[in-house]
């Protein structure tokens, strides 16, 4: 896999692509532009010992109990200003070299992804790591579940560190692991048991996760003959599992799986959803039998903002505008986008394209910020007006930053991410499916 470094924000008449001095300057009165949250102004430490995900897209959703908490951070680094910060993680990195390697998510802010050294979605920063075998310690600037991932995927001499424990994806935690061996149990109830081959050899329910999933539930599927898929390679990963089952059970994101299947030919009557909290997802048995995809009650709080409202403005105040979104946001609005596609996706049809374009982008807002100030040649907006991150990916701070690098100056690792080993095995089997996995000739 080829991580494409971005260009360099050399450009003089770039915009800021700083979503934080985006929110200051909306807090500040210096900006009419709107927020989700006026609290995103401040420390994210200030959120660490609160419940809920924190101000941002997840504010709605529910946290669930004991999901991990960051402890306080000290003082000095809650109270360092953004050029202090910014020399102390460079001063750091400097001192610590090969052996430290920092990875920084497409959705996270400027001022993290600035120190990083891949940029990319989770599995590519998954696949860095295993570029830099020497580094001993991998600080992932995303969420949990990536870092989870690194963990798998990186030598056992190697830590992998996420910079703030309350970094979590509501995503992810919308699919309980407990809640899944229930599903599975229930599934069996309906269509008999369900690691064992008909007479065609093929299973009665082949399990996929999302990569945006914890271990334990990669772990699950690797146990029960699944696999796992991310959004740039979905449909390959669909197809695998019909080669080799009935149907699929797909968590947790209901719209990647409908999205997917969908394009693939799978009627929507043929994909009922699974809701934890009711009698066989509330679902008839009959609908189960004649499903050709359960889809699990989950979704990414980031994506559900996207509206054909949205769209529809975008069209009458720039026509020609180009409009792709993720695959992640609802059916109706991926089936009114022109294209859809995984981050990856969007920002190579954005290299890609030769002449000046507007581009109207369905993703997450530091992203599409960042493309509009490395793309200057095009027009780039959010389809969202309102100026309203990831919660949780927006905990990554680079006081969180500067601290966790300093602490391994010191022979310190400090919130250490570590997968039990009987979870890490079944799910590093999920992964190496997916990778085995090829598309169609
Ligand atoms: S953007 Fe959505 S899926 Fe990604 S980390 Fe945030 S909540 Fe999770």
């Known amino acids: 896999m080829t991580l494409l470094p971005f260009p360099e924000l050399t450009d003089p008449g770039n915009t800021d692509p700083s979503v934080d001095h985006a929110i200051q300057a909306i807090v500040g009165g210096a900006s009419t532009d709107a927020t989700c949250s006026t609290d995103l102004a401040e420390g994210p430490w200030t ?15 529910v946290i669930p109990t004991g999901s991990p908490r960051q402890g306080e951070l000290p003082v000095e680094y809650r109270e360092a200003d953004e050029a202090d910060l910014d020399a102390r993680i460079r001063a750091a990195k400097a001192t610590l070299g090969d052996r430290v390697v920092v990875l920084g998510h497409f959705y996270q802010r400027e001022e993290v992804v600035q120190h990083a050294d891949y940029v990319g979605d989770s599995f590519q920063l998954a696949n860095a790591a295993l570029d830099r075998p020497e580094a001993e310690a991998i600080v992932f600037c995303g969420v949990h579940f ?22 979590g994806c509501s995503m992810a935690d919308m699919a309980d692991i407990d809640q899944v061996e229930d599903c599975w149990e229930q599934l069996a109830d309906v269509l008999g048991p369900l690691d064992v081959a008909d007479d065609s050899g093929r299973m009665p329910v082949i399990p996929v996760t999302y990569m945006n999933s914890s271990a334990a539930i990669k772990g699950f599927v690797g146990r029960h003959g699944g696999i796992v898929c991310t959004s740039s390679n979905a449909e390959t990963v669909l197809e695998w599992a019909f080669e080799r089952g009935h149907r699929v059970l797909f968590f947790p994101d209901q719209h990647l799986g409908r999205n997917t299947a969908k394009a693939m030919g799978v009627a929507l009557e043929q994909m009922p959803m699974w809701n934890p909290r009711r009698p066989l997802g509330g679902s008839s048995a009959e609908q189960i039998v004649d499903s050709r995809v359960i889809l699990w009650h989950g979704f990414c709080s980031v994506h559900r903002r996207f509206t054909v409202g949205q769209i529809e403005q975008a069209r009458a105040e720039h026509p020609g505008v180009r409009v792709i979104v993720h695959p992640e946001c609802p059916m109706e609005v991926v089936d009114a986008a022109d294209e859809a596609g995984s981050t990856d996706y969007i920002r190579r049809a954005i290299d890609a394209a030769t002449e000046p374009t507007t581009f109207a982008i369905g993703t997450e807002i530091n992203l599409v910020r960042r493309l509009a100030a490395q793309y200057p040649q095009h027009e780039i907006f959010c389809l969202d007006p309102v100026v309203c991150p990831c919660s949780t990916m927006y905990r990554i701070h680079p006081g969180y930053l500067a601290w966790v690098l300093e602490e391994l100056v010191a022979g310190r690792v400090v919130n250490q991410i570590s997968v039990a080993a009987g979870v890490a095995t079944p799910a590093r089997v999920a992964l190496e499916r997916m990778l085995a996995a090829k598309p169609r000739a």
């Open 47 to 61: 959120f660490d010992s609160r419940p809920g995900y924190g101000p941002g897209s997840s504010m709605g959703d």
């Open 146 to 167: 990536m870092a989870e991932t690194a963990d798998l995927l990186s030598r056992p001499e190697q830590s992998v560190i996420l910079p703030n424990l309350a970094a």
